[in-house]
């Protein structure tokens, strides 16, 4: 069946520097990726998505890359700020009729200061 | 516009009871979710509408849930009758129902059921 890993379920780094996480997949071939931030207490938030032909997309601060071959997407956050301490959730479209998505467990980021 | 709006924020209840959770998605957005989310299981996709018809609820647990979409802008999961396990925080999320299109989620309703 389709799984979604997702690095550590907790990281923990130094202002500045950047972070990075990992989404990996198994016995499935999605057509995009999409990354998802979710506060304590709040619903998830989209912040990008990476199409099955796409190997890198950017926005601002945000990296995401999509190798297929290694079923991994990696999410990369430069020069962290501890305002983007949140938990981050990979989500793939999955095998429903509807290519809906299936979600990742997540991975907490907490940027220090 | 407010984005995804779901109520009640939280719901505390005894086992038993009927729950009914509460949600208006985005206007225009023809797709929308209903998620549980618990530490153990993560964010579960739980039934999905598509133009007010149930496309896949192959993610709802058993009987006791069921949800409805009686026009666009409103839906509802029911829980009937509630059991202790059913605590968990409830997601609704709409989109445009495109392709890769991304979801908006509500801000969720947290059920604790005693």
């Known amino acids: 069946s389709q799984k979604i890993e997702q690095n550590s379920e907790a990281l923990n780094i130094q202002e500045g520097k950047t972070a990075t996480l990992t989404c990996n997949y198994t016995?499935?071939?999605?057509?995009?990726l999409q990354w998802y931030r979710q506060d304590p207490g709040r619903g998830p938030v989209f912040l990008l998505l990476?199409?099955?032909?796409?190997k890198e997309k950017r926005k601002e601060r945000l990296k995401v890359t999509f190798d297929t071959t290694l079923k991994q997407s990696l999410f990369h956050i430069t020069a962290s700020q501890p305002a983007d301490s949140a938990t981050y959730l990979c989500?793939?479209?999955?095998?429903?009729?509807?290519?809906?998505?299936?979600f990742g467990s997540g991975t907490q980021l907490t940027v220090l200061p | 516009d407010a984005g995804v709006i779901q109520s009640p924020r939280h719901e505390v209840t005894e086992m038993g009871q009927e729950v009914t959770l509460r949600c208006k998605p985005i206007s225009g957005h023809n797709s929308l979710f209903w998620y549980r989310q618990t530490m153990m299981r993560g964010l579960e996709l739980l039934i999905y509408?598509?133009?007010?018809?149930?496309?896949?609820d192959s993610g709802m647990p058993e009987d006791r849930f069921s949800a409805k979409m009686p026009n666009a802008s409103f839906s509802t999961l029911k829980i009937q009758p509630s059991e202790p396990r059913d605590s968990a925080v409830y997601f609704c999320a709409s989109s445009l129902g495109l392709a890769g299109g991304w979801q908006f989620f509500g801000p969720g309703t947290r059920l604790t059921v005693l």
């Open positions: 989500a793939l479209d999955g095998t429903g009729s509807a290519r809906q998505l299936t």
């Open positions: 016995n499935y071939s999605p057509a995009y």
């Open positions: 990476i199409r099955e032909n796409e």
């Open positions: 509408f598509n133009n007010n018809v149930p496309i896949d």
